[in-house]
C-alpha cells in the first residue's frame, strides 16, 4: 500500500482534541494502548490517531512485517477502544522516501477542522530519540508533546534528550490544571514548557506512572522461538492480534 504525497486521505471525524500516535505498530501490542488510554484520559482527547509509519528513517532495516499487515494488526487492537482509530497519514511514499513526524503532522493538522487541538503522544524511547528526528524544534509548535515515561522518569530528566534549539523554560510551572482531565489524581500527568531560540513556548505533558515495560522487538523475537512464549499472552498481545499473527504467520 503506497500513497504518493498528495494522496487525499479518507478522513474520520476525529473530535476537538486529537492525539496523532505513530510507530512502526510492529507488532501493536497492550504497552501502545496502555499509553494512549492514559493519553485520553488524562487529557480528555476524543481521538487517538494510531498512524503506522510507511518507512522510519531511523530504521533503515525497515519493519519485519509488511505495513499493510500492521494496519490491519493496529485496527484489531484498537477495535474496543472508544476514540480510538487509524490514519494512513504515515503509510509508504511513492517513490520510496522516509516518512518524518512532521510532515505527517503538519497533513494532519490541514486534515482537521481548525479549532481542533492536535498532540503528538510519544513513549519515553522515541522521545529519547529525538534529538535525530527531522526538523524535531518545529514539532512541539505544530502539535503539543505528550511524553509517556518510564516509572521513575521526570521532566528535569527528560530535558538532556531535547533536540538543539528546545530547552525547558524555567519561567513557566504547572501552577494549574486546566486542560488536565477530571478526577485526574496529582502525579498522574506532569505539565510543563519548552521554549525556542524564537521565544516561542509549547506545553510538554509527562504521564509518568505507567509500568508496562513491553517491547517489540522482544515480542517478535519470542515469537520466533517458538510456541508457549511469553509473548503470546493477552498481558502482552491483544488477543486479536495475536491470533492475526498466527493466522500469517508472522515473525516465524
Known sequence: ???????????????????????????????????????????????????????????????????????????LAIAKDAGFSVSLVDAPRIPAAPNYTIDSLIQLRGLLPPASDLYCLIGADSFLSMSRWHRAAEIPFVAPLIVAARPGQSLDDLAAALPAGLRLDPGHLDSDRPDFGPGIPAGALERRFLR??????????????????????????????GPATAAESSQVLPAAVLDYIRAHGLYR
Open 1 to 75: 500500500m503506497e500513497l504518493p504525497p498528495s494522496a487525499p486521505l479518507r478522513v474520520d471525524l476525529f473530535g476537538r482534541r486529537v492525539a496523532f500516535f505513530g510507530g512502526s505498530f510492529d507488532p501493536p501490542h497492550q504497552g501502545h494502548l496502555a499509553i494512549a488510554r492514559a493519553a485520553r484520559d488524562a487529557l480528555r482527547l476524543d481521538s487517538v490517531v494510531f498512524a503506522p509509519v510507511g518507512a522510519q528513517p531511523l530504521k533503515p532495516l525497515g519493519s519485519s512485517a509488511g505495513f499493510d499487515d500492521r494496519v490491519a494488526m493496529t485496527r
Open 196 to 225: 525556542d531560540d524564537k521565544g516561542r513556548t509549547s506545553p510538554l505533558y509527562l504521564l509518568p506512572s505507567l509500568h508496562f515495560d513491553i517491547s517489540a522487538s522482544q515480542i517478535r523475537a519470542e515469537i520466533h522461538a
